[in-house]
């Protein structure tokens, strides 16, 4: 009988002190963490920005477009999406964005779903990360009216093409769109499939995300979330 007990207490004592070793090393300094933000727009008044969230554009000419959450029950995450609602002068060449630098992004993931609603000059529209100010930052987008998906960065204003994919899109249909950047790595996903691998170092520091359009390109984002590698 103490024979027993005293296996049994060994056995107790062993499996604590292997649990112990097993939850220090998953733990350990220097692992990797992730950690996620969401936006899905629902607790902002219709008509308003996201907290920090701040309207600009590159390359302006005239005031700026409009920029404002909106109710619309086809939204995935609800019945709200934000959305460029108002070209007040439509430019080829001017790129609309709606960004924070609330959050500072390196390396992880950039997730969106996004619906072109109209625009003559352009369609659709994406996300922006690693941005350092309103003229230099890195680019995902998709066009229907273009049917391509790209990846660019803009340099002091002037926008350079990374990669590019024929693609097949209709305005008025919610689509989901992922960036993964690891280091200089620059991966694009639409509805889930990757279609644009690409490797740049032109910005190598963290910086805010945003959204974007170009000219007059009106459209609506929700779900923006983001899964940052710590």
Request: with cysteine.
């Amino acid at each position: 009988m103490n024979t027993r007990r005293a296996l049994t207490s060994a056995t107790v004592v062993a499996t604590t002190g292997l649990m112990l070793v097993l939850t220090a090393f998953t733990a350990r300094p220097g692992s990797d963490k992730k950690v996620t933000k969401t936006w899905t727009f629902e607790d902002t008044a219709v008509g308003k920005l996201p907290a920090g969230w701040k309207v600009e554009a590159t390359n302006q000419r005239g005031p700026l477009a409009t920029w404002q959450v909106v109710a619309d029950t086809t939204a995935p995450s609800g019945k709200q999406a934000l959305a460029l609602t108002k070209i007040t002068r439509a430019f080829g060449g001017t790129f609309n964005l709606c960004w924070t630098d609330s959050v500072s992004f390196l390396d992880g993931e950039i997730t969106v779903h996004f619906k072109a609603i109209k625009g003559e000059e352009d369609q659709g529209g994406g996300v922006v990360w690693r941005v350092r100010d309103k003229d230099n930052y890195y680019i995902s987008r998709a066009n229907p009216l273009e049917n391509n998906f790209r990846i660019y960065y803009v340099k002091e204003g002037a926008r350079r093409t990374l990669a590019s994919a024929r693609i097949k899109l209709t305005h008025g249909v919610w689509y989901e769109l992922k960036i993964a950047h690891h280091s200089n790595h620059i991966e694009g996903f639409l509805n889930g499939e990757k279609m644009l691998t690409t490797s740049d170092s032109t910005f190598s520091r963290a910086g805010g995300v945003g959204l974007w359009t170009k000219a007059d390109a009106e459209t609506e984002f929700d779900d923006f979330a983001l899964t940052l590698k710590k």
